[in-house]
């Protein structure tokens, strides 16, 4: 459980986004790239990355947020966010910039043990390797 000065919480959300046109363009160091502005954005948000796997075509993010924060703003923030940086930081340099599809996932975990969800991101990531 996680408390703010107003509520004691335990939220968590399952969301998975795409790259445009589903291309298989986030592998190496754009996978990488990818993932460190992920959690920057969690950081900057004040979110807790619970569990993250950057696949080729599709991106699983497992994120805990306070009460304040609409479930759709999380999405909205870190597909958003993490492509205007990309785009901004890397663009220039290697002439690829990342784009999202417009939808996305979003679950709770809140049938289902948080443990429960890490376990599938875990094995969906071997599954696809």
């Known amino acids: 459980m996680k408390t703010t000065r107003h509520a004691t919480y335990n939220l968590n959300y399952h969301i998975v986004w795409l790259p445009k046109y589903r291309n298989s363009v986030l592998v190496n160091e754009v996978a990488d790239r990818v993932r460190t502005i992920l959690h920057e954005i969690a950081d900057d948000k004040g979110l807790e990355i619970l569990d993250l796997t950057v696949q080729p ?8 947020s ?3 924060h609409a479930p759709s703003l999380l999405p909205n923030w870190f597909k958003g966010i ?5 785009n901004h930081r ?29 376990s599938y991101i875990q094995r969906h990531e071997e599954d696809e390797s």
Do not use: M, N, Q
């Not at 075509?57 to 805990?64: C, G, K, M, N, Q």
């Open 82 to 86: 993490s492509s205007r940086k990309y």
């Open 57 to 64: 075509d599709h991106v699983h993010l497992f994120a805990s």
């Open 90 to 118: 890397y663009a220039d340099h290697d002439g690829e910039k990342i784009g999202w599809e417009r939808g996305y996932y979003a679950g709770t975990a809140g049938h289902v043990s948080s443990e429960t969800v890490k």
């Open 66 to 68: 306070p009460p304040k």
